[in-house]
């Protein structure tokens, strides 16, 4: 619940989750927002990383994860991710996207 499977399964419940930020520096307009954008685990340390002020061209080259911090704060546009691997088959090594 609310969800349908469980980890380790393509259903909506292995591979989706609900999350929430906050901080008191988040502008207050974004205050109670939704958004339902796809965000992949290995976003998450880019993102933070322009958060804190700390990036720049040479961390991106060298992570997996996309910056969605403008994402996070509204901009819709800037919600770049539009595919998000949900399981690789090491059997016949195939991937489902």
Request: charged share 20%; glycine share 10%; net charge negative.
């Amino acid at each position: 619940w609310p969800f349908r499977g469980q980890k380790h399964e393509v259903y909506e419940g292995g591979v989706r989750s609900a999350a929430f930020v906050y901080s008191p520096l988040l502008p207050a307009d974004t205050a109670g927002t939704t958004v339902d954008s796809l965000f992949h685990i290995t976003d998450w340390l880019p993102t933070l990383l322009h958060a804190a002020g700390i990036g720049g061209s040479h961390f991106q080259s060298s992570l997996d994860g996309q910056d969605l911090w403008e994402c996070l704060l509204g901009h819709r546009d800037r919600c770049t991710r539009q595919e998000v691997l949900l399981n690789f088959n090491t059997v016949c090594d195939e991937g489902v996207l």
